[in-house]
Nanobody
Framework: VQLQASGGGLVQAGGSLRLSCVASGRTYSTAIGWFRQAPGGQREFVAA????????YYAEFMKGRSTLARDIAKNAVYLQMNNLKPEDTALYYCARRTGSPRVTHRADYGSWGQGTLVTVSS
């Protein structure tokens, strides 16, 4: 499975963005996770969902501000982010794993996409 992330951009604080992660290949029994990495920082977990959409899991800093959705026909998972803050500025990646999305360690994910840059201005 190969993943391609897109949808990043420049937005003012309080604005919204929708990131897309398009998968090529089989996605059965797959969970798609989103991670982010700020300049000079560690790659951290943002959110993840099963491909079926039955289970989603969010990092505390994203709860109430983001929603995961998927489009089966387009083989895509979307991360809708609202009320963005300057500290959300980072390169956002999607990745996959087999099994539960309630896993936040980056080493448990593979097939990393190339990342899409989100910049939030104050």
């Amino acid at each position: 499975v190969q993943l391609q992330a897109s949808g990043g951009g420049l937005v003012q604080a309080g604005g919204s963005l929708r990131l897309s992660c398009v998968a090529s290949g089989r996605t059965y029994s797959t969970a798609i996770g989103w991670f982010r990495q700020a300049p000079g920082g560690q790659r951290e977990f943002v959110a993840a969902t099963t491909w079926s959409g039955s289970t989603s899991y969010y990092a505390e800093f994203m709860k109430g501000r983001s929603t995961l959705a998927r489009d089966i026909a387009k083989n895509a998972v979307y991360l809708q982010m609202n009320n963005l803050k300057p500290e959300d500025t980072a390169l956002y990646y999607c990745a996959r794993r087999t099994g539960s999305p309630r896993v936040t360690h980056r080493a448990d994910y593979g097939s990393w996409g190339q990342g899409t840059l989100v910049t939030v201005s104050s």
